[in-house]
């Protein structure tokens, strides 16, 4: 019988509700030293890769959140066996201790934040229109280069006014956090995608700043998603393989990625 | 108006564990985030069938990451002005000899510009 792993969590004893996780088999928690690894069995034959399923892993892992710290796993962590699994469990030990340490009553929230982007480029390039009213080198390379360049002052303008404002975010919200990772301009409109790690204690207080934020805003818009485990600030010390996730929030409609613990290197 | 989506609803779990999602945008956001989905850096497919292809785009993606940053460091010695004009129009010549030979390329393997683009974590993606 296969495992379907969800998380790796701070308990040894059992998980004591009823959680069902994919096709409904009953979720435990299978120890290791300290630690334990939150699985449920799965049929070998089964088809696990659907939308039904990452509502579920996530389902079980949020579960797991109200009681436990949860270090979790990326979607479709399967192995073959208790054995096979606690090899690989064995590999990344102290990494999840680390991990379990820095993440424990701690929560994330995720912020996306989107400007006229688009608006804002087509004013930077209608400036440096009037700006460079001047003739044309008559060399290819020379033009050649003008036209970069030009392209480069503009880009480099943008994403220098996109620094501004995330500063002014990130000047609500940073204060609260012990930990963020911010990526900014995903797409030209996309000025922010952040997710920040927050005591649980002071989730409120998050949630005021955010509230604080949206009314100093302007033009821009917000969104506040959370309390989430803490996806994207898990980090193993391996090779890149095995590192975890990207800089993206893990779970997002449409975002396509799910963050997690990586240890199959997948 | 701010709209709370509580995801117990979503992820149909038991109304004490709700997480929630607020925005007063969510369509502009659904649409901003199916771009970002666009865009993610997509595997390199290589198996029997397709291995000559799957092994071009990954030179051919190392090639573009290494031309872009030569044509980004180009950019900023033209910035410091540190650059004579004769050395402007070498530069120039070679950049667009690079960008010429990498679309003929691109074209020979039937790739097309976003197949190349990859994700460089804190400086974003490549293109």
Known sequence: ?266 | MSKTIDTSTLLSVDGERSRTIETDSLEIFASEMEKVKDALPKKIEANPENAEKGLAKLVLTLIELIRKLMEKQAMRRVEAGSLTDEEVERVGETLEKLENKMKELKEIFGLKDEELNINLGPLGDLL
């Not at chain 1, 030293?33 to 696990?48: C, F, K, N, T, Y």
């Not at chain 1, 797409?187 to 100093?216: I, P, Q």
């Open chain 1, 1 to 266: 019988m296969r495992l379907y792993t969800y998380a790796i969590i701070d308990s040894t004893g059992g998980v004591e509700e009823s959680i069902n996780g994919l096709f409904e088999a009953l979720v435990y928690n299978i120890p290791y030293r300290d630690i334990g690894i939150v699985v449920s069995d799965l049929d070998p034959q089964v088809q696990i890769k659907t939308e039904e399923s990452i509502l579920k892993h996530e389902e079980v892992v949020e579960a797991l959140m109200d009681r436990f710290t949860v270090l979790p796993m990326r979607l479709y962590t399967v192995f073959s066996g208790k054995e096979d699994m606690l090899l690989k469990v064995k590999d990344h030990y102290e990494d999840f201790i680390e991990n379990l340490d820095r993440v424990r009553g701690k929560c994330e929230y995720g912020i996306k934040v989107i400007w006229a982007g688009n608006v804002i480029k087509e004013r930077i390039i209608n400036a440096h229109k009037n700006e460079s009213a001047s003739a044309q080198p008559e060399q290819s390379g020379a033009k050649f280069v003008k036209e970069k360049f030009e392209k480069y002052k503009i880009d480099k303008e943008f994403e220098e006014e996109a620094d501004r404002c995330i500063a002014i975010v990130d000047s609500f919200l940073n204060r609260l956090a012990s930990e963020k990772e911010l990526e900014k301009l995903k797409t030209d409109n996309l000025l922010l995608s952040a997710a920040y790690l927050v005591d649980k204690e002071k989730s409120d207080d998050f949630k005021k700043a955010f509230e604080e934020l949206k009314s100093s805003g302007g033009d821009l818009k917000f969104m506040l998603s959370g309390p989430w485990p803490a996806y994207n600030f898990i980090t193993l010390s391996r090779s890149a393989a095995w590192a975890i996730g990207s800089p993206t929030t893990a779970f997002w409609p449409g975002d396509g990625k799910f963050g997690g613990l990586d240890i199959l290197g997948k």
